[in-house]
T-cell receptor, first 114, second 110 residues
């Protein structure tokens, strides 16, 4: 295993479902991120974790709930989503937070909410 | 209103041609990054620029940071099909958070 992996790669869920996205990094990094990428919109930072502690929450609705049990794993728990939440959800990691640290992205989970 | 505007939004060129894509803002950035994202993959960092007027080269790619640190350009010489992808710029006004542009989708036709 190398880099940052995300599962599942594709997910279709109804508005009443509960699902979770998983991210795992094999780089020994301390910081992990969730981003949302929608068509024709900039990549949006959702959450930042550093040493398992959440350091950023960019006004994300509570129907998105992150969990970081350790520095290698990051989850995004989803419940009662809306169709406009359909997007590519990207996970990233870096050695630490800060502008000098390169972020490594996973391949993303393509989420469709029906 | 978006912090970073990228242009053009779409670009389709023949192999061997040169091209320039732009990243503009009214804000000053302490640093700016360029990424390339291929279909089905996450973005991959190409370069970080931090000094106004700075020019960095990565093989056939030339990156320039504006003197006022509000804009940047990416020039590709003799484009190849392998250059196809979504090019994203990301700027950090202050602090640690980078804000991304909407990207330029480049297609290089063999």
């Amino acid at each position: 295993e190398t880099g940052v992996t995300q599962t599942p790669r594709h997910l279709v869920m109804g508005m009443t479902n509960k699902k979770s996205l998983k991210c795992e990094q094999h780089l020994g990094h301390n910081a992990m991120y969730w981003y949302k990428q929608s068509a024709k919109k900039p990549l949006e930072l959702m959450f930042v974790y550093n040493f398992k502690e959440q350091t950023e929450n960019n006004s994300v609705p509570s129907r998105f709930s992150p969990e970081c049990p350790n520095s290698s794993h990051l989850f995004l728990h989803l419940h009662t989503l809306q169709p406009e939440d359909s997007a590519l959800y990207l996970c990233a990691s870096s050695q630490d937070t800060g502008q000098g640290y390169e972020q490594y992205f996973g391949p993303g989970t393509r989420l469709t909410v029906t | 209103t978006q912090l970073l505007e990228q242009s053009p939004q779409f670009l389709s060129i023949q192999e061997g041609e040169n091209l320039t894509v732009y990243c503009n803002s009214s804000s000053v950035f302490s640093s700016l990054q360029w990424y390339r994202q291929e279909p089905g993959e996450g973005p991959v960092l190409l370069v970080t620029v931090v000094t106004g007027g700075e020019v960095k080269k990565l093989k056939r790619l030339t990156f320039q940071f504006g003197d006022a640190r509000k804009d940047s350009s990416l020039h590709i010489t003799a484009a190849q099909p392998g250059d196809t992808g979504l090019y994203l710029c990301a700027g950090a006004p202050t602090g640690n958070q980078f804000y991304f542009g909407t990207g330029t989708s480049l297609t290089v036709i063999p």
